[in-house]
C-alpha cells in the first residue's frame, strides 16, 4: 500500500514538474497510476528475487560451511553450478569435485572432510 502512494506521489510530482502547475486532472492521474504500478512491479519483482535465491542457497548451508571452514569459500559457485547440495556431500568423488572444476589440493581437503566428518556423525 505504501508504494502505490509513494508512487502516486512521485508520480503527481513528476507531472506538475514537467508539465507546471498548469496540469491537466487526466494527465496528473495517469503519470500517478503509471508511476504506482511502476513502483510496485519493481518491488514485487525484487522480493520475488531475494525469495528464490535464498529457497536455492538453503540447499548449501552445510557445503557453505565446510567450503568456510577449510578457507575454500572460492568455489562455492563451483559447487552451486554443480548443483553439489547438502545432500550429495556424503556421495562426492574425486571425479565429481574434477567435473566442477576444483583443483587436487582443494578435492583432496574436500574429501577428506567429509570422509572425518562422516565418520564423528556415525560414532554418535
Same mark, same amino acid.
Given at each position: 500500500?505504501? !508504494?502505490?502512494? *509513494?508512487?502516486?506521489? #512521485? ?6 514538474? @514537467?508539465?507546471?502547475? +498548469? ?11 503509471? *508511476? ?8 514485487? +519483482?525484487?522480493?520475488? !528475487? ?6 536455492? &542457497?538453503?540447499?548449501?548451508? %552445510?557445503?557453505? #560451511?565446510?567450503?568456510? +571452514?577449510? *578457507?575454500?569459500?572460492? $568455489?562455492? +559457485?563451483?559447487? =552451486? =553450478? ?8 556424503? /556421495?562426492?568423488? &574425486? @571425479?565429481? /569435485? =574434477? %567435473? ?9 581437503? !574436500?574429501? &577428506?572432510?567429509?570422509?572425518? $566428518?562422516? =565418520? ?5
Amino acid at each position: 500500500m505504501l !508504494i502505490l502512494v *509513494s508512487g502516486s506521489g #512521485a508520480g503527481l510530482a513528476y507531472s506538475f514538474v @514537467s508539465q507546471g502547475f +498548469k496540469v491537466r486532472l487526466a494527465h496528473a492521474l495517469l503519470t500517478a497510476a503509471g *508511476s504506482a504500478f511502476v513502483m510496485s512491479g519493481t518491488v514485487y +519483482k525484487g522480493n520475488e !528475487i531475494i525469495r528464490s535465491r535464498n529457497a536455492q &542457497d538453503s540447499f548449501y548451508t %552445510e557445503a557453505r #560451511a565446510m567450503l568456510s +571452514k577449510l *578457507s575454500l569459500e572460492d $568455489y562455492e +559457485k563451483n559447487f =552451486k =553450478k554443480g548443483h553439489l547440495t547438502d545432500y550429495t556431500l556424503p /556421495l562426492l568423488t &574425486d @571425479s565429481d /569435485l =574434477k %567435473e566442477v572444476n576444483i583443483p587436487p589440493g582443494a578435492r583432496l581437503l !574436500i574429501l &577428506d572432510h567429509i570422509k572425518r $566428518y562422516h =565418520k564423528m556423525v556415525n560414532r554418535k
